[in-house]
């Protein structure tokens, strides 16, 4: 956040926030080239870094732009950003299942994981007006930090394939499994928790 407002006056005024937007977008193309070329050369895989920095800048920036200039579109603004968020997470999942590194089954899993947590923030805020884009942990730049760490991994690391019983699995699907797993049971524990919130103020309103 204090880096907004160092940067935010330093980009140029020909940049509008719908430019940024489409400079995440590109940012997760970027990515995910790393991701399909990586196993062919390595060097490729700097690809991911690099566009997960582009991302970041593009998708924090948009709506920080539009607010310091005083053009700001709310609803215009809430609708683009989820939806390319969305289509942004899709590519992603797409792309990283369709590499070498991680089993289509797996990634696309994480996909839906991810888009059950922004579904369960978007109501939170719908219902309580409350915003946090994340829960626990997770959120969209520890995902990006998380992938940037793992790229230096695949960097220097080559892919080491395991047979279970036929089932053909790499270190990268131990990893995503294990980030699942931890995922699903912050779903089941937020929405129990927030569930149980509801009710309670709901409730409490039936004496009023």
């Known amino acids: 956040e204090k880096l907004k407002t160092i940067i935010c006056p330093r980009i140029p005024n020909w940049m509008s926030s719908d430019m940024l937007t489409v400079i995440g977008m590109i ?11 990586g196993p062919q050369n390595r060097l490729y895989l700097l690809l991911i870094v690099v566009g997960m920095v582009i991302n970041w800048f593009g998708d924090s920036f948009d709506g920080s732009i539009a607010r310091y200039r005083k053009k700001t579109r709310p ?23 369709y590499s070498e590194y991680i089993r289509l089954d797996f990634a696309l899993f994480f996909v839906i994981l991810y888009l059950i947590i922004t579904e369960h923030v978007l ?17 969209p730049t520890e995902i990006r930090i ?4 793992v790229a230096v991994y695949q960097f220097f690391s080559p ?8 089932f053909i699995f790499t270190q990268y699907d131990i990893a995503i499994t294990i980030i699942n797993i931890v995922m699903l ?13 509801l009710h309670k103020l709901d409730v409490s309103k039936w004496n009023e």
């Open 185 to 197: 049971f912050m779903i089941i524990t937020s929405a129990y928790q927030k569930a149980l919130e």
């Open 75 to 97: 609803n215009y603004g809430y609708y683009i950003d989820h939806f390319l968020d969305a289509i942004a997470l899709t590519i992603l999942g797409l792309g990283m299942g």
């Open 123 to 139: 109501l939170v805020n719908y219902v309580q007006k409350v915003f946090k884009y994340s829960i626990g942990a997770f959120g």
């Open 146 to 149: 998380i992938a940037c760490i």
């Open 159 to 166: 892919i080491h394939n395991y047979n279970l019983e036929g």
């Open 27 to 37: 940012g997760i193309i970027i990515s995910v080239l790393g991701y399909l070329f």
